[in-house]
């Protein structure tokens, strides 16, 4: 459920414009030093400024949908749901990319609060907005498939495919998801078809190593992405990085993350997956190194997992003091972990 529910998060739309264009020298407004908050995952701040907004009387479909996604961020599903669907009753019938944008993430946090049917039916109100609507479809799909309608699922998921044309990534996801619910001749189809695409482009050798990477086949994802990174993809290194750990070389996989540093000093992602290669190798110190140097991007994409693996590296280490006082602020940002709450229960064990 996890897994599927990150990648919903990756597909949401969310570039929406928060306020209308406005002069260099102008002060901001309080949803946007909202937003910015957000994106220094600075949540108290941020709805602060919400409140200031509501009192300056700015959009109230904007600060909702800004209060909306802070509550998603701290995992408080339910919370977000109340605020997102707040954010489409200030609309007034109105629907247009805004609407959409919010009703995405309502959708999201309804999947996430655990509320399958209220998803799909927000799903499925946006492909009646919008009968071209290829992710929804996806996205519907991706929901059906979790709640193990296989049949749905694999509607939705043609019908998004045929609405793809070209989009190979959107084939790599729908047969990774149905790899990861046990489907795995379902999934190897899309997969397949991913992996067989023709052309000599770096986009062409990426999805080709996608595919084969999510399909198995080592050394041929090894060959593509090779390729990709040599025709200039920097993305295919984090690929190589996850297929060199796959094959259990890890010295190989964290020459991929270090080379895509070079590049992108602000990947948490990067420094996350090094840290995690240097758990597998047991150096805990220097895998507490990495995952910090990856707080320290502020990579608001990477930061849940970074905090988290953090912990994991002062428990292998033996440091537990350091581990609950580390979960205490952890819980008090994505209070809507469980896994954490239960790992919080255990550390005070300790």
Do not use: W
Request: proline share 1%.
């Amino acid at each position: 459920m996890r897994k599927i529910s990150r990648i919903l998060l990756l597909s949401a739309v969310a570039g929406i414009a928060i306020t209308g264009c406005r002069g260099g020298a102008e002060e901001k407004s309080h949803i946007e030093k909202g937003m910015a908050y957000i994106d220094a995952l600075a949540y108290e701040d941020a709805m602060d400024e919400f409140s200031k907004a509501e009192k300056a009387e700015e959009s109230p479909e904007l600060i909702y949908r800004g209060e909306g996604i802070a509550f998603l961020a701290q995992c408080e599903y339910e919370k977000a749901a109340e605020s997102f669907s707040e954010a489409l009753r200030q609309s007034d019938g109105r629907i247009d990319d805004t609407e959409k944008d919010i009703s995405y993430y309502l959708a999201l946090a309804e999947f996430k609060s655990g509320d399958a049917e209220g998803a799909i039916e927000t799903y499925t109100r946006i492909i009646d907005f919008d009968a071209d609507e290829k992710d929804a479809y996806y996205l519907r799909g991706t929901v059906y498939l979790a709640e193990d309608e296989l049949k749905k699922a694999q509607a939705d998921f043609k019908k998004a495919a045929g609405l793809a044309d070209r989009d190979y990534d959107l084939y790599i996801l729908i047969g990774q998801n149905l790899l990861d619910r046990g489907y795995e001749t379902e999934g190897g189809e899309y997969l397949e078809k991913a992996a067989g695409i023709k052309g000599s482009r770096e986009t062409d050798y990426y999805v080709r190593g996608r595919a084969y990477y999510y399909l198995g086949n080592k050394d041929k994802a090894l060959k593509e992405l090779k390729k990709a990174n040599e025709e200039g993809s920097m993305e295919a290194l984090l690929f190589l990085g996850m297929t060199y750990e796959k094959l259990e070389d890890m010295d190989s996989a964290i020459e991929s993350y270090e080379k895509y540093l070079k590049e992108d000093s602000t990947s948490g992602n990067a420094y996350n997956r090094i840290g995690l290669c240097r758990m597998a190798e047991k150096d805990f110190a220097g895998a507490l190194e990495s995952i910090q140097k990856g707080i320290e991007t502020g990579d608001a994409d990477a930061m849940e997992e970074l905090l988290y693996n953090e912990i994991a590296a002062y428990e292998y280490m033996g440091d537990f003091s350091t581990a609950r006082e580390k979960m205490a602020s952890y819980i008090g940002n994505y209070p809507g972990n469980e896994k954490a709450a239960r790992e919080y229960e255990f550390l005070k064990t300790r």
